[in-house]
């Protein structure tokens, strides 16, 4: 694996998996969210050119959903791609604890300028948004890059993702 998508729904534990994939294929960690977004929540217009700069890269760890045409061409440009599919309920504990965070003034995943303590409302929304208007969509372009011969693990619970983060994934055929 030299380039690896991360997937997933928020609060699902995808930027912890990532940062520990990087570190062991010493390949560079990248957070959607930091080029997704300016200060104030803010669309930035020139995030598709720094995406793709991104992808042009021999080895990376992408973290981060974004626009669906952006995931298409990381799906297309990574060699494994990893989902986090948590049931929702977990998502939503998982972020809860990250926002908690957050109002404390622990906001390290933040993009620049912005803060999740002053988005909580807009965060959950987009959580159930994820879950129950996007999932089917994703499972179809994970499905698809399986069928492509891509390396796809799909993390579905605290365990699988420990396990992976660990370094089970050195030794996994895809599942």
């Keep these: 694996m030299r ?11 995808k930027s912890t998996l990532s940062k520990r994939i990087a570190a062991d294929i010493d390949a560079p960690y990248r957070a959607v969210d930091q080029i997704l977004w300016a200060p104030g929540w803010r669309y930035r217009e020139d995030f598709q050119a720094r995406h793709r700069a991104w992808l042009e890269e021999p080895a990376w760890v992408i973290d981060g959903f974004g626009a669906w045409g952006a995931i298409e061409e990381r799906f297309t440009a990574a060699d494994a791609i990893l ?34 303590a002053t ?4 965060f959950y929304r987009m959580i159930w948004e994820i879950h129950r208007e ?42």
């Design 83 to 116: 989902w986090i599919d948590l049931p929702i309920a977990l998502h939503y504990w998982w972020a809860t604890k990250r926002l908690a965070k957050a109002m404390v003034g622990r906001d390290a995943d933040a993009p620049p300028g912005c803060s999740l």
């Design 3 to 13: 380039r690896v998508a991360v997937i997933g729904n928020a609060g699902g534990g």
């Design 134 to 175: 996007h999932r089917e969509r994703l499972a179809l372009l994970v499905e698809t890059a399986r069928d492509q011969g891509k390396a796809v693990h799909v993390l579905r619970s605290p365990a699988q993702i420990a396990r992976f983060r660990a370094g089970a994934w050195k030794f996994a055929a895809a599942a």
């Design 119 to 122: 988005a909580v409302a807009p």
